[in-house]
């Protein structure tokens, strides 16, 4: 029976696939939830992630609650039915404030089917090394390698806009699942970050 955790005081900056890889290692997970401001779809600092089964749930809230993830301690705990679960309010601004362009933002509300999650990436990985791999198959609009905010170092994954979706489509294609940079990539198209529901047994495979 899945079990429902509240994720709490998460970084302002943190977005859905740094939430998913946070309980991954735990077992598979039934959905996954970002919380983000409608305004902006930045996230508001916590979210919702259920968990396959009670011992995953258990060993996350074990591990995670009260861990310090980019300085700010987790509220990590179950959502009891019919209780209505903690306050978010009560966790959601405690962190402290981004610097706006500091790294980016989660991935826009809006998709027009251009925009890439790369996942898996070499760390030693930049913008530029990726720019010139796609540009193999088409126009590469952007590249964003996402970056830790105090330390400058490469999180491992990136946000890429091609110029049309038949070049999406054909970075999808070509590249994931291929060794690229020494590393097999994960490359699939960004959706808005708002609640995601898995397959039976499917946790950390594609992503947002």
């Given at each position: 029976m899945a079990v429902k955790l509240y994720v709490g005081n998460l970084?302002?900056?943190l977005c859905f696939p740094e939430l998913e890889d946070l309980f991954t290692p735990f077992g598979s997970l039934q959905s996954a939830e970002l919380i983000t401001d409608p305004a902006t779809g930045l996230s508001r600092g916590f979210g919702f992630i259920e968990m396959e089964t009670e011992g995953a749930a258990q060993a996350a809230i074990s591990d995670l609650n009260g861990k310090e993830v980019e300085g700010?301690?987790?509220t990590v705990n179950e959502v009891k039915p019919g209780r209505g679960g903690p306050s978010p309010i009560r966790d959601s601004g405690r962190g402290r404030p981004s610097p706006v362009g500091?790294?980016?933002p989660s991935p826009p509300r809006q998709s027009s089917g251009t925009?890439?999650?790369v996942g898996n990436l070499p760390y030693s990985a930049g913008n530029t090394d990726l720019e010139k791999v796609f540009a193999e198959v088409g126009t590469v609009s952007s590249v964003s390698v996402v970056t830790d905010r105090f330390s400058g170092q490469s999180k491992g994954f990136a946000f890429v806009e091609m110029g049309s979706k038949e070049?999406?489509?054909a970075i999808i294609e070509k590249f994931?699942?291929?060794e690229v940079l020494g590393?097999?990539?994960k490359v699939n198209a960004a959706r808005p970050p708002e609640r995601r529901r898995f397959g039976g047994g499917g946790g950390g495979g594609r992503r947002f």
């Open positions: 970084p302002p900056m700010q301690a987790l500091s790294r980016p925009r890439l999650f070049e999406a489509d994931n699942g291929q590393r097999v990539l």
